[in-house]
């Protein structure tokens, strides 16, 4: 069985990613929690992976690391159903995931994900809202071509939804206002099986990573064990 190491499931949004993937497609694996910001995590990472980041997948004699490329060994590897059938689509969910790799820095900076908190909603700047209405573009075209058989970019849960997950939490933490196509979306992410496993144990843990708690007063705090 594979083994996927972590951290800290409130903030660690590139961990959620490939962790969503494999446990709502049915991918068993064991899993290793090493947490944020502790004087020992560089050390404890490092003793998985060289390039001393989370996550990680270990199979056996093979480790891979970056998310893309763990969901990339996930499908190829161990046959789960990653990218969408038709072809079209699948180009469109693997160009749409290298863009959220790759893209929405303002949305990411200004707003870390941190499940443990919901915050008033305000105007964060120019450059997060320009994030915000292209997430929301992707959405409703991903949905209009492709999404006709389910509630998620492609119909069915993919590896595009999986990448978009973290984002999706920003939007609902920070109280974004967002058209009811997106809102819809938003709402499907965070309803999955899933995602709800994750975030009860997010709100267990008791570990503050102060780089990923923005300086304002949180209209909800929804962390028991902090």
């Avoid at 446990?23 to 899993?31: I, K």
């Avoid at 161990?78 to 749409?96: I, N, T």
């Avoid at 994750?198 to 304002?216: G, K």
Wanted: hydrophobic share 45%; glycine share 4%; charged share 25%.
């Amino acid at each position: 069985m594979p083994t996927l190491v972590i951290a800290n499931k409130c903030y660690s949004s590139w961990s959620l990613r490939p962790w969503l993937l494999m446990r709502q497609l049915g991918v068993a694996f064991d899993e290793v929690l090493i947490p944020l910001d502790l004087p020992d995590t560089k050390e404890k990472v490092l003793k998985h992976s060289p390039a001393g980041k989370v996550p990680i997948l270990i199979d056996g004699d093979v480790t891979v690391w970056e998310s893309i490329a763990i969901m990339e060994y996930v499908s190829e590897a161990l046959g789960a159903p990653v990218w969408p059938q038709d072809r079209r689509a699948r180009a469109m969910a693997r160009s749409v995931a290298a863009e959220m790799h790759a893209g929405f820095s303002a949305l990411r900076s200004a707003c870390p994900m941190n499940l443990g908190r919901k915050f008033a909603r305000k105007d964060r700047g120019e450059s997060v809202a320009r994030d915000v209405a292209r997430f929301s573009e992707i959405v409703h075209q991903a949905r209009e071509r492709f999404g006709v058989d389910g509630p998620f970019l492609f119909g069915a849960f993919s590896a595009a939804d999986a990448m978009y997950a973290p984002l999706a939490t920003r939007l609902d933490t920070y109280s974004f206002s967002l058209d009811a196509g997106t809102r819809a979306y938003v709402d499907a992410i965070l309803s999955l099986p899933a995602f709800q496993e994750w975030r009860r144990a997010a709100l267990e843990e008791s570990w503050i990573v102060a780089a990923d708690e923005v300086d304002e007063e949180a209209i909800e705090n929804f962390r028991k064990a902090a």
